[in-house]
Each structure stands twice: as C-alpha cells, then as structure tokens.
C-alpha cells in the first residue's frame, strides 16, 4: 500500500519548456488535488478533482492544466514553464471532497525552471 | 476570498518548554485541521476539529477550535526535537466545503 505517490521527485526546466507531473493514489478514494508550496506561503491549491470525470480551478490555476485519467490518476500539465512556477508541487487524495476528510500527501516534486 | 492566517511564522524553542501557535480565520469556519510538515518532507495529517469550543489532546499536543471557530490554536508541552517542523492549519468554510485553505505555517526549531 503505497499511499500517494508522484514522479518525479525532481526536476529542472528551462522557461518555455512543457511537462507533466504524474500522480496516483492506490486507497481508492473519489478526490485528488495538486497543491504548490512556496516559502512563506503555505499550499494553495491549484486544481482539484471531487470525483473521476471532474475538475475544477483551486485558488492559483493559471498556467497549469489537469487531467484525472482515471479514479486512481491525477496529472498536472504545465503547458509553458515559467520561472514563477518554480516550486514544491504535492499531490494529495481524499476519501470525498467534503473538507471534513482528512488529506494524504505525496512525497512532492521539487520543481526549478530556468 | 477565506483567509487563514497563522501566528508566529518561527517559532524557536528551548527543549522542555511549551508553545503556542496560533490560526486565525477572517470567516467563519465549518472545521479546521492541522498537519504537520517535517523538513523536507510533506504535509502529515494530525487532528480535525469540528464543533465550537472542541479541545483534542494528543500526547504532548493540545488542539483548541475556538467558540466561534473563527480561530484555533495549537499548544505543545515540553517540547522535544522530534517536535521540530512547519505546522499548518487548514480550514474549509461555506460555500467551499470541500477545499481546504491553508495558513502559511510556524516553522518550530528546538535548541537542545
């Protein structure tokens, strides 16, 4: 049981560059969502998906995208890398998307555009 | 928008003392968490709380939800080095109820 996992833990791109954050959940549970951390400002959430088939915008969507492929899968797309989207990005997984769920975390991926 | 907002941001402490940290909210809430984040690492779920004035202990860890959960306030007795990282708490609030906003965290270091 692996909890929430993502890959990759690291990465470096140069600005303009595209590139997918992977992230699965093997605890069956209906909602994911993708979170960026930056010093001093806790985690805000980027977007979110309550069920398979959903997805909607969390407080800092743009220049990022999402697709949940299945209940198990929730990718983060960023389409053009830029600078300000360097960061430590966590998946996380929920039993439902009432806040009254508590959140699991991903270990993270520590991203670094050029 | 929900804002939470926490209190101190450092927070460096004297092996075997006790602290306090503190979230405030501008809205009403509907429950509150709290997780822990050790260096490095990623955010580990500790508590919920969810009715006015509800107060859970855990060890060393007392956790208060204050009568108009507009704010609560977390409280470690003699602090240990394995107490040592960023804390946050994270509210939802109507008509949001399924996403959490989170406070910017106290980072806890511990002078042995």
């Known amino acids: 049981n692996a909890g929430v996992t993502q890959t990759p833990k690291f990465q470096v791109l140069k600005t303009g560059q595209s590139m997918t954050l992977q992230c699965a959940q093997d605890m069956n549970h209906n909602s994911m969502y993708w979170y960026r951390q930056d010093p001093g400002m806790g985690l805000r959430l980027i977007y979110y998906s309550a069920s398979e088939g959903t997805t909607d915008k969390g407080e800092v969507p743009n220049g990022y995208n999402v697709s949940r492929l299945n209940k198990r899968e929730f990718s983060l797309r960023l389409e053009s890398a830029a600078p300000s989207q360097t960061s430590v990005y966590f998946c996380a997984s929920s039993e439902d998307p009432a806040g009254t769920y508590e959140q699991y975390f991903g270990p993270g991926t520590r991203l670094t555009v050029t | ?112």
């Not at chain 2, 984040?37 to 939800?65: A, D, N, Y």
């Open chain 2, 1 to 112: 928008g929900q804002q939470v907002m926490q209190i101190p941001q450092y927070q460096h402490v004297q092996e075997g003392e006790d602290f306090t940290t503190y979230c405030n909210s501008s809205t009403t809430l509907s429950n509150i968490q709290w997780y822990k984040q050790r260096p490095g690492g990623h955010p580990v779920f500790l508590i919920q709380l969810v009715k006015s004035g509800e107060v859970k202990k855990q060890k060393r860890l007392t956790f208060q939800f204050g009568e108009a959960k507009k704010n609560s306030s977390l409280h470690i007795t003699a602090t240990q080095t394995t107490d040592v990282g960023t804390y946050f708490c994270a509210g939802t609030a109507p008509p949001n109820d399924y996403k959490l906003s989170f406070g910017a965290g106290t980072t806890v270091t511990v002078r042995a």
